[in-house]
């Protein structure tokens, strides 16, 4: 392993010498503060309630912890940052076997984890052919590991769920990690996330303000169409004011492909949020899981990153590249 590989994938200073770094994260470190006082002078002053202030306070101190985990493997480097998503994908699969039954076929879930793996350690020897080549890679060994356990009732049942956990979970989420290969990681990763779980909440904002029409009634009926547009308006927003700080000098430092990219990740966040409500509409549950105080699911709470992630890392791939100066193929460049 050479000099540079080592140095992104655990040398922290590099952190504090990234200006949108060091500035996004004491602005969320001021914004969850702020919650924190705006609840406790709420709660004190009689203005809401005790259930009320119970499940703000969760959810804040939550979100607190997700910062933390989410921050750290960035701050200490590109290794951590890959370890953590990969951890999040294996994370959001257990939910998802759990709730859909999928864990009790041990061979088809041992395929789903052996994929998961195979596409995070692509990622990790910055591979990108052989990281392209997981996705039908992990379907072959997920259609041939289903057929071993001789049992054709239920097989296509089961295999497309596993296929559809992979996809979403292995490769969609493997496509984040990817971008931890490119030298200005940190503000890639850390622009995405923000922009993607700000805008969960403002579709939330906008939909109770101005909300009139259900966006889907049936799959999620607390979405409005109103939601949708002023998230898609607001998210385009934070990524055009945001954007030049990260792509400074970069094809993609211009107001048209930064607008773009602001509405296809809004677009596809709020779809990844709508196929994992359809499939707890499918299958009668409220979460995905009660891990999180306040949100419910580690997937409940992600579930906008899986269609999204590779939106993102396409778009800004066709103009830029990711990681296209540093080396490739680090364990096996030899072969």
């Given at each position: 392993?050479?000099?540079?590989?080592?140095?992104?994938?655990f040398d922290?200073t590099?952190?504090?010498?990234?200006?949108?770094?060091?500035?996004?994260?004491f602005?969320?470190?001021?914004?969850?503060l702020?919650a924190?006082?705006?609840?406790?002078v709420l709660?004190?002053?009689g203005k809401?309630?005790?259930?009320?202030?119970?499940?703000?306070f969760?959810r804040?101190?939550?979100?607190?912890g997700?910062?933390?985990?989410?921050?750290?493997?960035?701050f200490f480097?590109?290794f951590?940052?890959i370890?953590?998503?990969?951890f999040?994908?294996?994370f959001?699969?257990?939910?998802?076997?759990?709730?859909t039954?999928?864990?009790?076929?041990?061979?088809?879930?041992?395929?789903?984890?052996?994929?998961?793996v195979v596409?995070?350690?692509?990622v990790?020897?910055?591979?990108y052919?052989?990281?392209?080549?997981?996705?039908?890679l992990?379907?072959?060994?997920?259609?041939?590991l289903?057929?071993?356990?001789d049992r054709?009732?239920?097989?296509?049942?089961?295999?497309?769920?596993?296929v559809l956990?992979f996809?979403?979970f292995?490769?969609?989420?493997g496509?984040?990690?990817?971008?931890?290969?490119?030298?200005?990681?940190r503000?890639?990763i850390?622009?995405?996330?923000?922009a993607v779980?700000?805008?969960d909440?403002?579709?939330?904002?906008?939909?109770?303000?101005?909300?009139?029409r259900?966006?889907?009634p049936?799959?999620?009926?607390?979405?409005?169409?109103?939601g949708?547009?002023?998230?898609v308006v607001?998210?385009?927003?934070?990524?055009?004011f945001?954007?030049?700080?990260?792509?400074?000098?970069?094809?993609?430092d211009?107001?048209?492909?930064?607008?773009?990219?602001g509405?296809?990740?809004?677009l596809?966040?709020?779809?990844?949020d709508?196929v994992?409500?359809?499939?707890?509409?499918?299958l009668?549950?409220?979460?995905?899981?009660?891990i999180?105080?306040?949100?419910?699911?580690?997937?409940?709470?992600?579930?906008?990153?899986?269609l999204?992630?590779?939106?993102y890392?396409?778009?800004i791939?066709y103009?830029?590249?990711?990681?296209?100066?540093?080396?490739t193929r680090?364990?096996?460049?030899?072969l």
């Amino acid at each position: 392993m050479d000099a540079a590989t080592t140095a992104r994938w655990f040398d922290y200073t590099q952190a504090l010498e990234n200006r949108f770094f060091v500035t996004a994260g004491f602005g969320i470190g001021a914004l969850l503060l702020i919650a924190l006082l705006l609840t406790t002078v709420l709660s004190r002053s009689g203005k809401i309630g005790k259930e009320r202030s119970r499940e703000l306070f969760s959810r804040t101190f939550t979100w607190v912890g997700l910062v933390i985990a989410i921050g750290a493997p960035l701050f200490f480097g590109a290794f951590w940052t890959i370890l953590a998503l990969l951890f999040l994908s294996i994370f959001c699969y257990r939910e998802f076997a759990r709730i859909t039954g999928l864990f009790r076929n041990y061979l088809v879930s041992i395929a789903v984890v052996i994929g998961i793996v195979v596409v995070f350690f692509a990622v990790l020897d910055h591979w990108y052919n052989f990281f392209t080549a997981t996705s039908s890679l992990g379907v072959v060994l997920i259609v041939t590991l289903g057929v071993l356990s001789d049992r054709p009732n239920g097989y296509l049942q089961r295999v497309a769920l596993a296929v559809l956990a992979f996809l979403m979970f292995g490769v969609s989420l493997g496509h984040v990690a990817y971008m931890a290969n490119d030298s200005n990681f940190r503000s890639l990763i850390l622009l995405f996330l923000i922009a993607v779980e700000l805008n969960d909440v403002f579709a939330y904002l906008a939909g109770n303000l101005f909300g009139r029409r259900k966006l889907a009634p049936e799959t999620s009926p607390n979405k409005t169409i109103e939601g949708s547009l002023g998230a898609v308006v607001s998210t385009t927003l934070l990524i055009y004011f945001l954007g030049p700080f990260v792509f400074e000098g970069t094809a993609m430092d211009s107001a048209g492909k930064l607008i773009t990219l602001g509405v296809i990740v809004s677009l596809t966040g709020q779809l990844g949020d709508l196929v994992i409500s359809s499939v707890k509409r499918d299958l009668g549950i409220k979460d995905t899981g009660n891990i999180l105080p306040g949100h419910g699911g580690i997937l409940d709470r992600f579930d906008s990153l899986l269609l999204a992630g590779p939106a993102y890392f396409h778009f800004i791939g066709y103009f830029n590249g990711f990681g296209l100066n540093e080396p490739t193929r680090i364990f096996w460049g030899g072969l």
